[in-house]
């Protein structure tokens, strides 16, 4: 059973906007999805998989990687069990799959070590 589906990414020309989309269950592993911290990763062929932006089980701390600041917004509805992605201004370099992903506690952080529970992806593609 999937816990955690993205949706929402696509093929984009430079300078264009998505909005990627992940719908957890109300519960999993244990837990309701308002009590974890979630956030998006992404991995670019050949790359590492690298942190883009986090959000706080309550919403009130977001972390965002540099590359992605002024660009990107995370935001969750808790009621409704979704995180999102709002993401403008794309550039070729943003160009990945984009993975959601979820942490027990705590405030959203960096390193993939760190979160436990990972959805299957969706792919962006940033055309130039």
């Known amino acids: 059973q999937a816990h955690l589906i993205e949706s929402g990414g696509g093929l984009v020309q430079a300078g264009g906007s998505l909005r990627l989309s992940c719908a957890a269950s109300e519960r999993f592993f244990g837990r309701l999805f308002s009590t974890y911290t979630m956030a998006w990763f992404r991995q670019a062929p050949g790359n590492e998989r690298e942190f883009v932006a986090g959000?706080?089980?309550?919403?009130?701390?977001?972390l965002y990687a540099d590359s992605v600041k002024a660009r990107f917004t995370i935001s969750r509805d808790n009621a409704k069990n979704t995180v999102d992605l709002q993401m403008n201004s794309l550039k070729p370099e943003d160009t990945a799959i984009y993975y959601c992903?979820?942490?027990?506690?705590?405030?959203?952080?960096?390193?993939?070590?760190?979160?436990?529970?990972w959805g299957q992806g969706t792919r962006v593609t940033v055309s130039s």
């Open positions: 992903t979820a942490r027990e506690a705590g405030d959203p952080v960096p390193s993939s070590n760190d979160y436990a529970y």
């Open positions: 959000i706080r089980w309550g919403g009130g701390t977001t």
